[in-house]
């Protein structure tokens, strides 16, 4: 480190527990605020951690730069012992890249292509369903579908069912990872571990007992690499189970936010309706070809991502050595992580970063984009630690708002729809308050 470097500015909160609480309250206002009043590169205490936040291409490029940050050892104990130590955002170095290289196979075009008529049957199954019951909020129904996307998606389950056993135990596991880490048969954390531990057992009684034809499940049991490495049983159940943990809430707040879109901007919602109109059938579930071609829906979908607070911040990595930035010293030992949502509402990317504008992110605007600018499922390089679940949001959306479009209407009456306070991925106030018909 160079002499004179000083550490990044940042306030370190009260002794103990320095400013945990406040992160955990809100990370997407914390980190924010603090970007603003700091710049991009500050610090804080989180527990006994110095932790150095990243915002920004510049930073965040820095922050995923795989020779200055490791992710061993970096997310708090708990965390880790809740989803397994051994997962994949946990792993690093050569353990991480053999992992990650057989876990990229389920997110193939072909891959995916396959997982679009469970998905279809899933969603058309709920759809059908409001249409029924008038004017309601989805969000409870939406995060049920997350979970059975997921669930059909990671066990092979019946889309033509919800498994509510399996979302129930899912809950749980989700409060005990915002919860004092205290293993006793009556707190949050102690009932996170024993869900978990039947969610275990059922996802090993699926990959025992399904071939899992057109889901990720399938794709992964068949994974093989370069010398013929594949996946263990035991590899397989650990990753799935943490799957469910990365793909439940971002797929669930994902398709809130469409809903929202459709029912906040009508002009918009028209636009991708005309576009659906003339490229996919009616009444047919879109094949990854006939997604591809639907630009507009694939610019609103970038736009969710970067404008509505799903994922405030990477998992912590530790720095690997003493690093320098812009002229501020990072020790080797202090914790880090990339601010996904200020680097998303960063107004030097993005002009007036706070609006919604459904053709900001088109295909060419998306390019000429500097590297790490749009993060809304992290970055750095292909091998690192980036969402591999990228590719399929990033199908399923565009997907989603062709097929409802061409084959549904909404009718959305005035409501408060800004995020709800704090946690990961806040859905809208209002729960989503629509009327589904049949066009
Ligand atoms: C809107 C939806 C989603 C969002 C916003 C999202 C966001 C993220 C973020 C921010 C990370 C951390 C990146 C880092 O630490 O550097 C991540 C990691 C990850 N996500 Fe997603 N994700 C989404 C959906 C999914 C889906 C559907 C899957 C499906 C399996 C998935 C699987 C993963 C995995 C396996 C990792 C860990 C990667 C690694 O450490 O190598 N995500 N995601």
Redo the contacts with the bound molecule.
């Keep these: 480190m160079g002499g004179m470097s000083q550490p990044p500015p940042g306030s370190t909160g009260a002794p103990f527990v320095g400013e945990a609480l406040k992160f955990l309250k809100d990370p997407f206002t914390f980190t924010l605020s603090r970007t603003k009043q700091h710049g991009n590169i500050w610090k804080t205490k989180i527990l006994s951690d110095t932790v150095v936040f990243f915002a920004g291409p510049k930073a965040f490029s820095f922050f995923?730069d795989p020779d200055n940050f490791t992710?061993q050892n970096g997310s708090p104990k708990f965390l880790q012992e809740l989803l397994h130590p051994d997962a994949?955002?946990f792993l690093d170095g050569d353990r991480?890249k053999a992992r990650?290289r057989l876990?990229l196979t389920a997110f193939t075009d072909p891959a995916l292509d396959s997982y679009l008529p469970n998905t279809f049957a899933i969603l058309k199954r709920f759809v059908d369903k409001w249409i029924g019951e008038g004017e309601k909020p989805i969000a409870g129904d939406l995060s049920q579908v997350g979970f059975d996307i997921a669930d059909m998606l990671f066990a092979a389950s019946d889309p033509a069912t919800s498994n509510l056993q399996g979302a129930g135990d899912f809950a749980l596991m989700n409060k005990g990872t915002f919860a004092p880490p205290v293993n006793l048969p009556f707190t949050a954390y102690g009932k996170a571990i024993r869900a978990r531990d039947r969610l275990r057992t059922y996802i090993k009684a699926q990959v025992a007992s399904k071939d899992g034809a057109g889901t990720a499940l399938g794709v992964l049991k068949q994974a093989r690499g370069p010398k013929g490495e594949q996946l263990s049983s035991e590899e397989l159940e650990i990753e799935l189970l943490?799957?469910y943990f990365?793909?439940q809430g971002?797929?669930t707040?994902?398709l809130a936010w469409a809903f929202t879109v459709l029912g906040e901007h009508p002009e918009l919602a028209a636009r991708l309706r005309a576009e659906a109109d003339a490229k996919l059938a009616a009444d047919a579930v879109p094949n990854l070809q006939q997604v591809r071609s639907l630009d507009q829906a694939r610019a609103v979908s970038r736009e969710i991502?970067r404008s509505y607070p799903?994922?405030p911040t990477?998992?912590i990595g530790v720095a690997k050595k003493d690093l320098e930035i812009d002229g501020y010293g990072i020790r080797a030992g202090w914790k880090g992580a990339?601010a996904?949502w200020a680097t998303l509402q960063d107004g030097s990317t993005f002009t007036d970063p706070t609006v919604f504008k459904g053709d900001r992110l088109g295909d060419e605007a998306v390019k000429a984009l500097p590297n790490n600018a749009f993060v809304?499922?992290?970055g750095?390089p292909p091998d690192g630690?980036?969402?591999?679940?990228e590719a399929?949001?990033q199908l399923v959306m565009p997907a989603f708002f062709g097929w409802f479009t061409r084959n549904y209407g909404l009718t959305y009456a005035a409501q408060d729809a800004s995020p709800g306070g704090g946690g990961l991925g806040p859905l809208p106030r209002s729960g989503v308050r629509v009327t589904i018909t049949k066009r």
């Design positions: 995923m992710r994949v955002p991480h990650r876990l943490h799957f990365a793909a971002g797929l707040a994902a991502l799903i994922a990477t998992f990339g996904i809304p499922q992290g750095g630690h980036r969402c591999p679940g399929l949001i």
